[in-house]
């Protein structure tokens, strides 16, 4: 039985701290294509307040959420349990982004574990509907591991891949705007060394 929230309470945060992945969806205001994509690394997800939510946005083959992030601000977050507790938590809201050469940066990353070498940015989402769903047909999953592969590439990343990694991402696949020419590189990361996971 599906149940809406007024707010992310404390059990809700502890349920969304468990989760080893979460999902984001986004999709341009008209035409063009749904992203949906899955999210990674534990520390990168926190819960700011009752009503917002932030994530690292990482470096990677596409910037979609980000373009249409930019066209609509239309965003979903969802968290799905693979444990014994079944259960699927959405976050419907408004996000924006935050760039590391932003002034509001240094305080949104404190909220954060490890730095992660690849950061693009920080996804700030205001948070309007929170709702669950059973989830009894989703699958039972043992987590092994986090996988360390996007962390060791982009550890491992000159300023000429960076430079190519924005040109890259300055449009979605249907052509909408998303990095800017001068967005930053990923701030460097003490040493250049990989979080040990």
Excluded at 77 to 103: E, H, K, Q, W, Y
């Amino acid at each position: 039985m599906s149940k809406e929230f007024s707010s992310l309470d404390e059990p809700l945060r502890e349920f969304i701290a468990e989760q080893a992945m979460f999902f984001v969806a986004t999709a341009p205001s008209e035409g063009g294509r749904i992203n949906l994509s899955p999210k990674g690394y534990q520390d990168t997800f926190a819960v700011l307040d009752e009503h917002t939510v932030a994530y690292l946005d990482l470096f990677g083959s596409g910037a979609e959420t980000i373009a249409h992030l930019r066209d609509n601000g239309r965003i979903t977050i969802m968290f799905c349990s693979f444990t014994r507790n079944s259960r699927i938590l959405r976050l419907f809201g408004t996000g924006r982004v935050v760039r590391p050469d932003d002034a509001e940066f240094p305080d949104l990353a404190a909220h954060f574990g490890d730095q992660h070498p690849g950061t693009r940015a920080a996804i700030v989402v205001d948070v309007q509907r929170i709702a669950d769903a059973c989830g009894y047909a989703v699958p039972y999953y043992d987590l092994v591991d986090e996988r360390p592969v996007l962390d060791k590439a982009h550890a491992k990343a000159t300023d000429e891949k960076w430079a190519s990694s924005v040109e890259r991402n300055r449009h979605s696949i249907d052509g909408l705007p998303a990095l800017d020419r001068d967005h930053p590189p990923p701030p460097k990361t003490e040493g250049a060394e990989v979080p040990k996971r």
